[in-house]
């Protein structure tokens, strides 16, 4: 048995893992807590930060139209960041209802974005305006089930959202534990740990492999949302500090 200890609460907290060389399921085992990207190393994270109300809240949006937008501006091939800087704009200019003009959106997303003190320029403005006008027209028409997967299927029907987008709305809007946003960050994460046999999801695959990340969160005992909100943080962050480390190796 392994353990962790953290301060939670003014007191000290001890979570038991199990063994190192023991299976979270076939194939993947828990491997040690001071190991990167190990399932026990995501156990030890989880713990700590759902104690300490870390991720509690994902949300980007007031409404789920406003949700549906932030997450189009972002994604594949979106630096998070610019994203929301696009997705602020275009919240602030009142541009964010069904019969929003797509060119008002392209003048908006065409202008460059301060993002951490540098004027950046957003790219795909051109395609993100004519996704983001037809969604908002789509989503006016749109009765929202009960059901989160029933939602996130129901938003793939507007215009450039996918099923790894609209998980994302879906987990962001009513924290959701019953689908996974499989970001390229997510799933090299479950790559690492043999949870995922490769690292490329295609739309044929998708299902079966948010499957097989459903089945690893409730292995380990942590929440689907949650994890999938840390993963992508970590997986983010230290590979931008991996990619930095070699090119200073380079030099």
């Not at 930060?49 to 091939?77: F, I, K, N, Q, W």
């Not at 202008?111 to 037809?134: C, D, I, K, N």
């Not at 790559?191 to 999801?201: N, R």
Request: negative net charge; glycine residues 8%.
């Amino acid at each position: 048995m392994q353990r962790v200890y953290a301060q939670i609460d003014g007191e000290t907290a001890c979570l038991r893992v199990p063994r190192a060389q023991s299976y979270v399921m076939d194939g993947v085992v828990w491997g040690a807590v001071d190991e990167l990207f190990t399932p026990a190393f995501w156990k030890a994270q989880a713990w700590q930060h759902e104690a300490a109300g870390t991720y509690a809240d994902l949300r980007l949006g007031r409404s789920l139209v406003e949700e549906v937008s932030a997450c189009l501006l972002g994604g594949y091939g979106m630096p998070a960041e610019l994203g929301l800087a696009a997705y602020a704009r275009l919240r602030e200019r009142q541009l964010l209802h069904n019969d929003c003009d797509e060119r008002d959106l392209l003048i908006a997303l065409s202008e460059p974005l301060l993002v951490h003190g540098r004027w950046r320029t957003y790219r795909f403005a051109r395609q993100r305006s004519r996704y983001l006008a037809a969604s908002l027209a789509y989503l006016a028409d749109l009765a929202e089930p009960e059901d989160d997967v029933a939602l996130r299927d129901a938003l793939t029907g507007a215009p450039g959202v996918g099923l790894k987008t609209a998980s994302w709305v879906v987990r962001n809007y009513r924290g959701s534990d019953e689908i996974a946003i499989l970001d390229v960050h997510v799933v090299r994460a479950c790559a690492l740990m043999g949870v995922f046999e490769f690292q490329a999801v295609t739309p044929s695959s998708y299902e079966r492999l948010e499957e097989s990340y459903l089945d690893f969160a409730d292995a380990i005992g942590v929440r689907a949302g949650l994890l999938d909100a840390i993963m992508w943080d970590y997986m983010r962050r230290l590979g931008a500090q991996e990619a930095t480390e070699r090119q200073l190796c380079l030099l």
